[in-house]
């Protein structure tokens, strides 16, 4: 009866103990900074991609977080490679965005958002809208009465819903809905805080910054063999605007980078590596004299075997006359610990085109 009394007591203390964690704040949440609401133009294979921001309980944005992005039911819309889910980490700033959205068929795009952060998992949803024209846009835009409010499980959106029952575009709307998205044009936002402009049209004033770049990286496998690898690309800045900041968007391409084993001690032999590379694009911020472009995914590794690696891409760089002058920090993180990470860097001039 004494050990009996105590195990009840001790039960006791352990649910007075538990209790109040149920009434304690969710440890993570999803905010939507892009997307939310958006119109797509089918004809001009325009998307927003859907943009979040992964937080703590104390509104602090959490790095590392293995986000998923999944197109819910039909074939409305795909991802880069015709994919419909797309996984990636949160950069510094605890974002994640997933580039490449193309709209398919017209009607309501569903996006479901995962993000998983030390075994807890939280989730958002975010809904698009695609049509065929760009006038078919116009018109949704023009029919757009205000900014109204959303919100998924366990998330918290910072894109406005849309407003009574007319199917207008909230304010925060990223869609270029304009008829020159093929020149280049994309919409301004304000990421990290703040809402979004609506954009109706390009800016004339809109302009674009491009150059190829080649980094270099040598491996070395303990005692046992060292590669040296290549890897080169293209990065496309494009400015809305400079001033008093930097709004703007960048992106890797046109066309795929490439990947070269240009020296080998190791079984992996001398050539190309796979069918080339892409990193998701991104807001480019800051000011003339020190702007920033950061990218950050979760990829499978080649031989498909589970591994993975977690990239990060980050350009620094500054604004002279016609040309951009930065250097490119590029690291590749294995999830084997013993694989060496791919640490690469160079310097680059954009120039205007």
């Known amino acids: 009866m004494i050990r009996l009394a105590l195990r009840v007591i001790a039960s006791f203390v352990l649910c007075l103990a538990a209790g109040p964690a149920f009434a304690q704040q ?7 900074l892009a997307g939310e609401d958006s119109v797509n133009v089918i004809q001009q294979k325009t998307a927003v991609a859907p943009l979040v921001e992964v937080r703590d309980r104390n509104n602090n944005p959490v790095s590392g977080a293995v986000v998923t992005f999944a197109v819910q039911g039909g074939k409305a819309a795909a991802f880069q490679g015709g994919a419909t889910t797309m996984t990636i980490a949160t ?15 017209a009607g309501a795009v569903n996006i479901s958002v995962e993000a998983a952060i030390q075994g807890q998992v939280v989730t958002a949803a975010i809904t698009q809208v695609n049509v065929m024209t760009a006038a078919e846009a116009a018109a949704a835009a023009a029919g757009a009465t205000g900014a109204g409010s959303g919100s998924a499980a366990g998330s918290t959106s910072a894109a406005g819903g849309a407003a009574g029952g007319g199917g207008g575009i909230s304010g925060t709307t990223l869609g270029v809905i304009g008829g020159v998205a093929a020149a280049g044009a994309v919409a301004a936002t304000q990421v990290g805080g703040g809402d979004a402009e609506t954009a109706t049209s390009a800016r004339p004033s809109s302009s674009v910054f491009r150059s190829p770049f080649s980094m270099n990286v040598t491996l070395v496998f303990g005692p046992f063999c060292t590669r040296q690898e290549t890897y ?3 990065l496309t800045l494009t400015l809305e605007s400079t001033s008093p900041t930097v709004v703007g968007k960048g992106e890797f391409g046109p066309g795929l980078g490439t990947g070269t084993v240009t020296a080998s001690t190791c079984p992996q032999p001398v050539g ?13 911020t800051g000011t003339e004299s020190s702007m920033v472009f950061n990218s950050s995914d979760v990829v499978r590794t080649l031989d498909n075997n589970g591994d993975t690696f977690a990239r990060s891409f980050t350009f620094t760089g500054a604004l002279s006359g016609g040309v951009i002058n930065g250097q490119i920090h590029m690291v590749w993180r294995h999830s084997t610990p013993t694989f060496p990470n791919m640490d690469m860097q160079t310097t680059i001039t954009l120039t205007k085109q």
């Open 91 to 105: 950069n510094a700033a605890g974002q994640a965005a997933a580039a490449g959205l193309t709209p398919l068929t």
């Open 232 to 234: 080169a690309g293209t």
């Open 272 to 284: 190309p590596i796979g069918n080339g590379w892409s990193m998701p694009s991104g807001p480019v």
């Open 26 to 32: 969710a440890p993570y949440k999803i905010v939507v």
